[in-house]
């Protein structure tokens, strides 16, 4: 019989119990459990927030952060490395190195882990690394605890699939991101594996224009040269297609480009051809699809505004902006801080430019109802601060509700 493996963990170290008093008082939110328990409304003076019914901190991300704080736990005398960000909270990542874990950042989308030697213990996140970095991690020896989310790990064997049987991943995602890096990554499993990653339905026009052949060869390899694999070639590549995508991407976007690129093909080439060469799989996660479908459902009822919290490079709160922006008044802010009660003030991502736009008497004048989501990667204490200052803005104090 081999002996275990003692330097791969995935499923943490049963240390549960022993973190979690700290879990609770770095990331509960009394607020919140008051919003729940009273069913997603608050309502103080003419300010009502209603929330919700499904936000914030999602499966994937509870495990992975639960899991860097045992191994921490576990390790108290190690040196401690984490791939990139565990998660895309700027204050999770703060709080872990607060605890001493070291956040290696990449340069030009490559890590350098020329410092990690074998005593070291590195921490995977939960989107999961290339499988380059992986090897490279394994091969040092180290201790390495593996938090990549199940949710990913799907997309990857989907990938995986369509390499071993010569399609090329059409993956919906945003190819800089880890998440999408790390999937794409996995084409390598299979010799002439390939992948290529569309942004958005924009995009993948330029795909359908391709297999229409009204696209250029030239013009396309240098629109997504650093989209696709290093030897990807749309006259080749396009023959055999598998839709795939980021698991935290538009769930309405993802199918459509699933539908419209199946659709070039059958026009391009006949339904028996595409039968034969053509595949697609819904990879969204079901904590992003829960959490897009609740806030659709909160968009049905009368809302002044929407607010949505969460890190500004977070994917799945970027969908959760979009989705809000659409219907009504939005503004999609990192944390409370973003909100000036003082001055009356609110600083958030424009959702279609992306830049941080400040605005004045946000709230405006006389009942206000105030819709509120968070992303997959926000903390319940903050978003119970959000709300806090939404109340204050109005001269409320949200402690003082009965
Ligand atoms: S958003 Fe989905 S895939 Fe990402 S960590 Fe959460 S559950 Fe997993």
Redesign the pocket.
């Known amino acids: 019989m081999n002996a275990p493996d003692t330097t791969y963990f995935r499923k943490g170290f049963g240390l549960k119990q022993d973190v979690e008093a700290t879990l609770s008082a770095d990331y509960a939110g009394q607020l919140v459990d008051l919003l729940r328990a009273r069913d997603y409304r608050l309502a103080a003076g003419d300010v009502t927030v209603r929330l919700a019914k499904e936000f914030g901190f999602?499966?994937?991300?509870e495990r992975?952060v639960e899991y860097a704080y045992q191994t921490r736990h576990k390790f108290p005398d190690r040196r401690v490395y984490l791939v990139g960000e565990i998660i895309h909270n700027p204050h999770v990542n703060q709080r872990l190195r607060e605890m001493g874990i070291e956040i290696l950042l990449p340069a030009g989308g490559v890590f350098d882990y020329s410092a990690i030697s074998a005593d070291d213990v590195v921490i995977l996140p939960?989107f999961g690394v290339t499988m380059t970095d992986f090897q490279t991690l394994r091969d040092k020896g180290c201790v390495v605890v593996d938090t990549t989310?199940g949710?990913?790990l799907n997309v990857w064997k989907r990938v995986e699939v369509y390499a071993r049987d010569g399609f090329t991943s059409l993956i919906h995602g945003k190819y800089y991101h880890e998440e999408t890096r790390a999937t794409a990554s996995q084409v390598e499993k299979f010799p002439g594996g390939t992948y290529l990653v569309v942004r958005n339905m924009d995009e993948a026009h330029d795909v359908t224009e391709y297999l229409a052949g009204r696209g250029d060869r030239a013009a396309f390899l240098a629109k997504y040269g650093r989209a696709a694999s290093a030897h990807f070639d749309p006259d080749v590549h396009l023959r055999r297609i598998g839709v795939a995508n980021q698991?935290?991407m538009l769930a309405r976007e993802s199918l459509a480009i699933g539908e419209e690129v199946g659709r070039a093909m059958t026009s391009a080439k006949g339904d028996a051809y595409r039968a034969e060469n053509f595949r697609t799989f819904d990879t969204i996660?079901s904590?992003?699809q829960d959490r897009q479908d609740a806030v659709n459902a909160l968009l049905l009822e009368p809302l002044d505004v929407m607010l949505v919290v969460g890190g500004f490079n977070s994917s799945?709160t970027l969908s959760l902006a979009a989705l809000c922006a659409e219907k009504v008044r939005t503004f999609h802010v990192e944390d409370a801080l973003c909100i000036d009660p003082v001055r009356g003030t609110i600083r958030a991502r424009d959702t279609v430019s992306g830049a941080e736009v400040e605005t004045a008497d946000w709230l405006r004048s006389g009942a206000v109802t105030v819709g509120l989501t968070a992303g997959?990667s926000t903390p319940n204490n903050k978003i119970g601060d959000t709300v806090a200052r939404v109340f204050a803005t109005r001269g409320i104090d949200p402690m003082s509700i009965g």
């Open positions: 999602c499966y994937g991300v992975a939960a989310c949710s990913v698991t935290t996660c904590a992003t799945n997959a």
